[in-house]
């Protein structure tokens, strides 16, 4: 990192284009984040195909905007509803909806908007000195290490946060699946296209996202209960904590952040496990671990800055390895090939103009967040009004509009409306959808690394134990699948 | 008390009939890859990688069936409704699109949309119809320069 790269960053970040491009990110990310029921995983695989129409650069910024501006919203319905607004924000609802209760719903959406403007800074600012170093570690790495990480990335995504790690490892491998349709890139030999002209380039991505995010939230959100009424107001001046309780929120906003830095670093865990995790965090260093659940600020100051964190530093795996961090960074990675750009360690040098304008339009869009949460959180406040017919109808034919756009034949939208049915299907016999898009972004890389591997081998299979970084992603691959099986095997010893 | 009965009996028939479809679908993507060919290990074929992949899902499909067994049901079970419906309403849109324009598209998408929400009313239909349709112009047409009709009959 050094003062041009910042300083390119910042041409492209402060272009017209990227301005207005990260506030509709951001601003879209804010009020999906804030209405339950929609995701930022929905969001921005709507948002995939217009983003086809732009340039690269802009259209990351764009999605990443969502994705983070996501993060800021969902504490607004957990604090005001007990409805977490996404699932990362789950756990501010056991002190945020306690405080709302209690008349303070203003301070405790001000905290979340700092703890989450702080969480983000600080993994903004590791990702800085860190993606280019990592990028450089990484330039040693041959399609052998390729394999292996990859393999160790998709075996922790399915099994560490799904709470179903055989069904997870199940679902990486449908993915997987469905990588391999289309044209072989080596033989040219068409695999499971069905004689569909259609699937010669494959199962679109944004398609399959689509339909398992989209249209399977929908459904889901039709077939379930209706949203509750009884919304207050919430005042700007109501907002301002005390300087005492602004004092206090310091310590846990920097074990929130540092938490979540390293949650997001992790390749397959996202903003949900890191907010549960810095939770946990500030109970354990509590004096007074009565004062959780009935309204306690460290409750949301610290996975509110965990989840922000955790999400900013997500981009670090996949802007210097090409790993995803989880599953809306695999979606932003098929989002990069999708563009042309192959990501990798060679990604923060061949395309500085990208990754550092990436990263300082970070900068931009957090500031333009605290902006929208605090002085105009009553709009936010007030799209959670919206009946839910009109939203649902809405979705789905933005859905449909974008499907089409993307090849401009109905093809896509079928292939959306079968992948929305399957994902809905799955989602309720509690098999996780996520795993699988990440199989399909990473499997036909994955299956070049590893035909690669064996044709430098010449077949011998020792290559990938030989190879020291190599053979330690295997092990932890084989460690992540000991510990996934483990309480299946107890469970037959003893049954109960 | 009956509905939470019938939908917990559902719900374990589904929940093995969902693993069986993987082990289908598995051992399918196995056998066809064989047609792909192998090639050698020093230059694997386009098979190869296909081939461990379906033998990977039949395996574990054969594990999630043998642990589904000690399930927890969720009670809510599925509701055909919505499932059915929603894709459904894609369907037909892709299917009246190219054939009668933008608009008609649209009002029968939120037509058959409409049908899959128990609790919309016409005039919710109606407005949501006459909203998407402007907005589907505005932004697909002119925003988005899609070559498509407005209305074609």
Known sequence: MDFQDIYLGLQVAFSWQALIFCFVGVAVGTAIGVLPGIGPLAAISMALPITFHLDPTISLIMLAGIFYGAQYGGSTASILLNLPGTASSAVICLDGYPMSKQGRAGVALFIAAIASFFGSSFAILLMMVFTPLLATFALSFTSVEYFSVMLLALIIASTVSTGAPLKGLLMVIVGLILGVVGTDVSSGTFRYTFGLLELADGVSMAAVAMGLFGVS??????????RPSGLGKVSMRSMYPTRAEMRSLAKPILRGSIVGSLVGILPGTGPSVASFMAYSTEQRVARDRSRFGK????????????????????????????????????????????????????????HPDLFWGLVMSFWVGNIMLIVLNVPLIGVWVKILSIPYHYLSIAILFFICIGAYSMTGSPFAIYLTAIFGLVGYVLNTFGYPPAPLI??????????????????????????????????????????????????????????? | ?????????????????????????????????????????????????????????????????????????????????????????????????????????TVIFTFVAGLADREARSMTVLITAAFLSLTGVLVFIYGLGVPVHIAEF
């Not at chain 1, 979606?331 to 563009?339: E, K």
């Open chain 2, 1 to 105: 008390m009956d509905e939470a009965k019938k939908n917990t009996s559902e719900w374990y028939a589904w929940s093995v009939a969902v693993p069986l479809i993987f082990i289908g679908m598995g051992l399918y993507v196995a056998l066809v890859a064989l047609d792909f060919g192998l090639g050698k290990l020093a230059r694997p074929g386009p098979g190869v990688y296909p081939l461990a992949l379906g033998i990977m899902l039949a395996l574990l499909a054969l594990a999630c069936l043998i642990a589904s067994r000690r399930e927890q049901p969720d009670v809510r079970g599925m509701s055909l409704r919505p499932a059915l419906l929603v894709p459904a309403a894609l369907v037909v849109f892709g299917l009246c699109l190219e054939r009668f324009g933008l608009i008609p598209a």
């Open chain 1, 438 to 496: 990440l199989g399909l972004v990473l499997g036909p890389m994955m299956e070049e690394n590893f035909r690669r591997s064996l044709m430098v081998s010449r077949g011998d299979f020792a290559i990938f134990l030989s190879r020291p970084v190599s053979a330690l992603f295997l092990l932890l691959s084989l460690v992540m699948i000991w510990l996934a099986i483990r309480p299946y095997l107890a469970q037959r010893v003893r049954p109960d």
């Open chain 1, 217 to 226: 939230e929908v459904i889901g959100s039709l077939s379930g209960a209706t």
């Open chain 1, 295 to 350: 309204g306690a600020i460290e409750g949301i100051a610290g996975p509110e800055a965990a989840n922000n964190a955790s999400v900013q530093a997500a981009f670090i795996p996949t802007l210097s390895l090409g790993i995803p961090g989880d599953v809306v960074m695999a979606v932003m990675l098929g989002a990069m090939i999708i563009h042309g750009i192959s990501p990798g360690p060679e990604l923060v040098n061949s």
